[in-house]
DNA sequence: CCGGGAAATGTTACCGGTAACATTTCGAAG
DNA sequence: CTTCGAAATGTTACCGGTAACATTTCCCGG
C-alpha cells in the first residue's frame, strides 16, 4: 500500500497570499505560537520584552485572530445571540441597546438574529445559532416548538427568555405577565369612569393574553368587549381603522385599548378627526410608552416596560453563567407600570 | 528527555457529557467521520441506504454540527454580517429585513451587530467581527476610521457600504447622494413659494450633507437658512422644541426641511399647537418616508428611501462574490423620491 | 557557588470539522 | 467472466488556535 506523499501544505489550499496567523507572527518574532497567543490573552504572563516585540509585530502584519480556530479550541466563543421576532420591533431596541453595552464591559460580543414570524425558519435559524456554539442565547418572546426547546437544551447552552412570564422556562428568564398589564388597564378604566370600551390589539400571542384578560375583568361586570386585531408590527394607520371599525358597531364605546402606543395614536388621531374629545368622550390608553407618545396632543397613556432593565439583567444572568457563577435568581419578574397622562 | 505519555482524550478536557460529534454518529453508523459530513452537505453523493441511516443517527443523538470547526476547516462561514449605527433608527430596518431574506434563501445567515456612535467601540467591534470571518460583511453609514478601512482590506472579506454613496468606497456600494436630496428639496420648496425655509435636523454626518446641500441652494439665492440640530436618534419631542427655537429666533420663516419624519412629525404638531397653518404659512418636509407620515394630519411631505432595493441588492452582491461570480456593479445609486403630500 | 521557587517560554495533543486525493464497490458492456 | 468507469466510501492531513503539562531561565537567599 504505497502512498504518494501529499503535497506541501503551500500548494494544498488556495494560492492567494492569504492573511496571517498565529504562526507567522511567531516566526517572525522568533518565539512559538502559543507565546503570541499570550501576548493576546494573557499578556501578564508574558516578560515586558517579549510582549513589545510580539505586539510590534501584530501591528506591523495586521494580524486578526481567528476567532473560529480559538473558539473551537477553548470551547469558549465569547459571542451572545439574541434572537427577536422583528428588527423592526420597536419595542426590543432598547432591550438590545442595554444588553450589547453591558455585554461589551465584559469582553462579549452581541449578534442580533432575526426569526421572523415564520415557524419553520425559526427552527433553521436555530440550529444555525447553536450550530456556532455561543455562551449564550436571548430570546425575545418567540414561540418555539418543542422540538426547538429540545435542542436548545440539548445543546447545553445558557438561555434566556425574555419578555414573557412562560410558565416552564428552558433554563433563565426575565418578563412580566401580559395578563396582569391586561387586568390593571382594565380595572384603571373602570375607575376613570369607563364602562363600554374596546380594544384595538397587534395579532400576537402576547398582545393577546393582554386583551384577554382586560375582556375578563369586563366580563365579570357583563360586558362583552369589542375587539379588533391588526397584524403584527401595527403602523398608525391599523389604529385609525381599527376605531373607525369599531364606532361602526358599537357608536357607543367610551375607551380603547391599543396594544400599541402606535394603535393607540392612530386612534387619538382619528378621533380628532371626527371630532370626539379625548378624554372626555374616549378614554385611550396604549402599551409600549413610546418616546413620541407624550408628545401627542394629549399625551398619551400607557404602559410603560422597563427594557433596559430587562436588558441589564439577561446580560448579567449570562455573564454569571459563563463565569461559572449561577445567578440569585432564574427567574426575574420586572414588572410594569401604568404611565397616566391626559388621554384617559 | 523522558516524556510522561499524555492522558487519554477523555480525560483532557472537561468531564461533563460533551455535545455528540461527527466522530460519534459516524461510529454509531459504522462509517467513516467523511460521510458523515456528506450526509449533511452533499447527501446526493450517498448511496440511499447509507444517506438513511445516517440522517436516522443523527436524528436518534441531536447532533447538531458545530460551524465554527466547519468554517475553521472549509474557509466558508455561511455568515454575513450587517453593522448598524443603532439598532433603534427605524430606517434601517426594511433593509435588514430584505438582506435577511434573500441571504436566507442561498443558505446564508444574518447576524446584526450594533456599532454604536463611539469611535474606539466601533473599532473593537470590527475587530471581532472580522475575527470570526464572514463571508461578507454590510457596512451602514459608519464612519470608520482609517484604520479600520485598512484591516477591512487586509482581512480580504467582501464589503458592501450602503446609504452612502463614499468617494473612495471599500469594495461594493450600495447607497444614495444626501447632498442631491439636499438640493431637491430645496428647490422643490422653492418652488413651492416658500422663501424663507429653516433647517431642523439630527446631528449625523449623513443629515448634514443633505442640510448643507439645502442651505447651499439657498445661499445662491442670498438667504441665510437657519439650522437647528438635535442628538440622533431624534424623538419627536425634538421636532417640538426645534420648532419653537427657530420661531424665536426667525418669525417669518415659511418652511422648515427636518431631517427625519420623527422631526417633521413633531414640527407639525408644534405648528398646530401655535395655531400656525400648514401649509400655508409653513411647509414641512421630512425624511424617510416612515409609515406613520402619510397619517399625519396634514399627510407629510417626505423624501423616500428603497431601503428593500438596498438591501435586496446588498445581498445579491455579496452572494455573486461568496459563488465567485463579479457582481455586474461595484456601485449602485438607488436615487430617492419626493413623495409630496399636504404638507406642503 | 548552589538550591529552589517563581517567571517565562516551550511541547504535544488536541478542538470538530472539510479538502484533496485514494481506494473500493458495483453494474453494465464486451 | 473480465474490464472499466462511475458511484460510494475511505485516508490523511490539515484549518488556526488553546489546554495542560513540561522545561528552561532568572533571581535571590544561604
Chains 1, 2 share one sequence.
Not at 166 to 178: A, Y
Not at 209 to 224: I, Q
Request: with cysteine; proline share 7%; hydrophobic share 40%.
Amino acid at each position: 500500500m504505497v502512498k504518494k506523499p501529499s503535497k506541501k501544505p503551500a500548494e494544498r489550499r488556495s494560492a492567494v497570499a492569504k492573511t496571517p496567523t498565529l504562526a507567522d507572527i511567531a516566526a517572525e518574532v522568533g518565539v512559538t505560537k502559543i507565546t503570541v497567543s499570550r501576548a493576546l490573552n494573557a499578556p501578564e504572563q508574558l516578560s515586558p520584552a517579549t510582549l513589545e516585540k510580539v505586539r510590534a509585530a501584530i501591528k506591523r502584519s495586521g494580524y486578526t485572530p481567528n476567532l473560529l480556530a480559538g473558539s473551537l479550541s477553548s470551547n469558549r466563543s465569547r459571542l451572545i445571540v439574541a434572537l427577536v421576532p422583528s428588527i423592526a420591533g420597536a419595542m426590543f431596541t432598547a432591550t438590545m441597546q442595554k444588553v450589547a453595552e453591558h455585554l461589551q464591559e465584559h469582553g462579549y460580543q452581541l449578534l442580533i438574529g432575526q426569526a421572523g414570524y415564520d415557524d419553520a425558519r425559526e427552527d433553521a435559524l436555530l440550529e444555525a445559532v447553536i450550530g456556532r456554539r455561543p455562551d449564550g442565547i436571548i430570546l425575545t418572546g418567540i414561540v418555539h416548538s418543542a422540538q426547538a426547546r429540545q435542542k436548545l437544551r440539548a445543546a447545553r447552552i445558557p438561555v434566556v427568555e425574555t419578555w414573557d412570564l412562560t410558565p416552564k422556562p428552558i433554563d433563565m428568564l426575565v418578563g412580566f405577565s401580559h395578563p396582569a398589564i391586561g387586568k390593571a388597564a382594565a380595572e384603571y378604566l373602570w375607575k376613570r369612569g369607563c364602562r363600554r370600551p374596546a380594544i384595538i390589539s397587534p395579532d400576537d400571542r402576547r398582545a393577546r393574553l393582554r386583551a384577554e384578560a382586560f375582556s375578563a375583568v369586563f366580563a365579570a361586570k357583563k360586558y362583552a368587549v369589542p375587539v379588533v386585531e391588526a397584524p403584527a408590527p401595527t403602523p398608525m394607520g391599523d389604529g385609525r381603522s381599527g376605531l373607525t371599525a369599531l364606532l361602526k358597531t358599537h357608536p357607543d364605546i367610551d375607551g380603547v385599548f391599543c396594544g400599541s402606543d402606535n394603535l393607540a395614536l392612530g386612534a387619538l388621531i382619528e378621533a380628532k378627526a371626527r371630532g370626539i374629545m379625548v378624554p372626555r368622550q374616549l378614554r385611550i390608553i396604549g402599551y409600549g410608552d413610546q418616546s413620541y407618545g407624550k408628545d401627542a396632543d394629549p399625551p398619551l397613556t400607557s404602559v410603560r416596560i422597563d427594557g433596559a432593565a430587562i436588558g441589564r439583567i439577561a446580560a448579567e444572568m449570562l455573564i454569571a453563567r459563563a463565569t461559572g457563577r449561577p445567578p440569585k435568581h432564574k427567574v426575574v419578574d420586572v414588572g410594569f407600570t401604568l404611565v397616566e397622562r391626559a388621554s384617559t
